[in-house]
């Protein structure tokens, strides 16, 4: 059984940061490539960014780049987004996802077979 769990959201002020956690119960975490998505408040679910499984390759949406920082620590099975220079639109639940078993990169919400419930995010102006 494959447990994605996400911890680390919360509110802050914009221009704020905060580091989000996801820890992956699974065998495989250390071979997989691991995704962030979020989803605002009455819009559909995006791509915020992802991680190859050596940590040494990322890609991420452009509404994040220079701002987000994706990485993760295969020892501890988890993957982490540090969220910098927050703004309010992004506000949402982020929610970190995989396919298992799988070795592809993927910025399709669709190629993901397994998703954390999601934590909240809330940037206030």
């Known amino acids: 059984q494959v447990q994605l769990v996400e911890s680390g959201g919360g509110f802050v002020q914009a221009g704020g940061s905060l580091r989000l956690s996801c820890l992956a119960s699974v065998r495989s975490f250390s071979s997989t490539p691991m995704g962030w998505f979020r989803q605002a408040p009455g819009k559909e679910r995006e791509f915020v960014g992802t991680i190859d499984w050596s940590g040494s390759h990322t890609v991420y949406a452009d509404s994040v780049k220079g701002r987000f920082t994706i990485s993760r620590d295969n020892a501890k099975n988890t993957v982490y987004l540090q969220m910098n220079s927050l703004k309010p639109e992004d506000t949402a639940v982020y929610y970190c996802?995989?396919?298992?078993?799988?070795?592809?990169?993927?910025?399709?919400?669709?190629?993901?077979?397994?998703w954390g419930k999601g934590t909240l995010v809330t940037v206030s102006r």
């Open positions: 996802a995989a396919r298992f078993p799988w070795t592809n990169m993927s910025t399709k919400s669709d190629d993901m077979n397994y």
